[in-house]
T-cell receptor, first 111, second 109 residues
Framework: KAGVTQTPRYLIKTRGQQVTLSCSPI?????VSWYQQTPGQGLQFLFE???????NKGNFPGRFSGRQFSNSRSEMNVSTLELGDSALYLC??????????FGPGTRLTVT | GIQVEQSPPDLILQEGANSTLRCNFS?????LQWFHQNPWGQLINLFY???GTKQNGRLSATTVATERYSLLYISSSQTTDSGVYFC???????????FGKGTKLSVKP
């Protein structure tokens, strides 16, 4: 089976812009979660989608949003980018919220 | 909320040495996973181990859920074992992973 894929792998944006990241889960997995990794805060949970519904949400501002499509692919969007949004964004998929498998990540730099 | 603490934060070994990484958590957990983060940032699954003991080659892990800790053993370490090792738990009604701060392992040739 193919693993979790994320696009793009690298991205450079300017403050105030918005960005959309994409994640394709392992075939058959219906749960997709997003995490942010920064040197200061470590790995933090953003949100989880299951069958196109947001099932769980972390403590991030409303500028961070996501969605899931009927084929389980997911996107996350960050509006009005800030310098502090520079991070590695990781997507994970699982069958029913048990063992999670991660993609290679998208490294976002905000200048 | 739950606290997940990993120790030691940094570990330097000579190739061929053995090591033990520890993960303590402050409450009962539903699931526990160990990951190795490679130099490009990807989290590689090592073990899914809410309780008990598992082995995979030179690596093994033990979780004692009643005492709220898990151990990751690396035997005969190799330079390719270098990187950051994370412990992550699933707690309460939430399904998301809560990560420790990681142990940075450096294996010298």
């Amino acid at each position: 089976k193919a693993g979790v894929t994320q696009t793009p792998r690298y991205l450079i944006k300017t403050r105030g812009q918005q960005v959309t990241l994409s994640c394709s889960p392992i075939s058959g997995h219906r749960s997709v979660s997003w995490y942010q990794q920064t040197p200061g805060q470590g790995l933090q949970f953003l949100f989880e989608y299951f069958s196109e519904t947001q099932r769980n949400k972390g403590n991030f501002p409303g500028r961070f949003s996501g969605r899931q499509f009927s084929n389980s692919r997911s996107e996350m969007n960050v509006s009005t980018l800030e310098l502090g949004d520079s991070a590695l964004y990781l997507c994970a998929s699982s069958l029913e919220g048990n063992e999670q498998y991660f993609g290679p990540g998208t490294r976002l730099t905000v200048t | 909320g739950i606290q997940v603490e990993q120790s030691p934060p940094d570990l330097i070994l000579q190739e061929g040495a053995n090591s033990t990484l520890r993960c303590n958590f402050s409450d009962s957990v539903n699931n526990l996973q160990w990951f190795h983060q490679n130099p490009w940032g990807q989290l590689i699954n090592l073990f899914y181990i809410p309780s008990g003991t598992k082995q995979n080659g030179r690596l093994s892990a033990t979780t004692v859920a009643t005492e709220r800790y898990s151990l990751l053993y690396i035997s005969s370490s190799q330079t390719t074992d270098s990187g950051v090792y994370f412990c992550a738990v699933v707690w309460g009604s939430q399904g998301n992973l809560i990560f420790g701060k990681g142990t940075k392992l450096s294996v010298k040739p």
